[in-house]
């Protein structure tokens, strides 16, 4: 017998999820999903900001319903103005956590500060290993057997902070950066809502 998600408890708000990304959205619509179907139980996506305005993510949160916050150009010349602006929104939108999903910016240390131990991050390799660009290709060039994707807290530094949930993919003969980032995508689809749910789980509301 299937179950469906529990109903919400009347009088407890919803977990707050807020999404960053500069691109496709394949990791936002996999939480998006989520979300939907319980599998992120209780929770509602409150703000999806992207600093690239025609990034494809947003259009699928503006198909979705979603609130969607795209930067202009002026707004977001350079970090301080582009974080302004997102922190403004995300003081307005108020939420428990927030998920880097293909944001291609480095956040500074003011802003990881802010919203400390609330920021996480999906990375398409098995951290600590290959950290930066083109993760896929490092773990190629290297000749790992294996590799994989990591969900992380956001600490000050590129693709560290502490190690939520890794799910690994074996590398084959003939991969190519194209036939493994796709293996490996899949299972961020799979590991980002997994990460987020117990995320939440272990984090009781404060409110
Ligand atoms: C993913 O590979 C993610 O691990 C990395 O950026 C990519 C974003 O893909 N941080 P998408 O925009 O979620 O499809």
Do not use: W
Request: include cysteine; hydrophobic fraction near 40%.
């Amino acid at each position: 017998m299937t179950r469906s998600p529990d109903p919400p408890i009347a009088g407890i708000d919803k977990r707050r999820l807020a999404i960053l990304l500069s691109g496709r959205g394949s990791n936002f619509e996999a939480i998006a999903d989520a979300v939907s179907s319980g599998r992120i139980p209780d929770a509602e996506i409150v703000a999806v900001i992207s600093d690239v305005a025609a990034a494809p993510g947003l259009g699928r949160a503006r198909q979705r319903g979603l609130p969607a916050f795209a930067g202009d150009r002026a707004e977001f010349r350079s970090r301080a103005d582009r974080e302004r602006r997102i922190l403004a929104i995300l003081d307005e939108a108020r939420p428990d956590v927030i998920c880097l999903a293909g944001y291609m910016r480095l956040l500074s240390p003011a802003f990881v500060a802010r919203y400390a131990g609330r920021i996480l991050n999906i990375h398409p390799a098995l951290l600590p290993k290959f950290p930066g660009l083109d993760a896929q290709r490092q773990a190629l060039e290297a000749g790992e057997a294996e590799s994989g994707c990591t969900v992380h807290v956001v600490d000050e530094s590129t693709d560290s902070g502490p190690i939520l949930l890794q799910k690994r993919v074996s590398i084959l003969p003939g991969d190519t950066v194209e036939t493994l980032s796709a293996r490996i995508l899949e299972q961020e689809h799979e590991a980002y809502p997994e990460a987020i749910a117990r995320f939440l789980a272990e984090r009781p509301p404060t409110g």
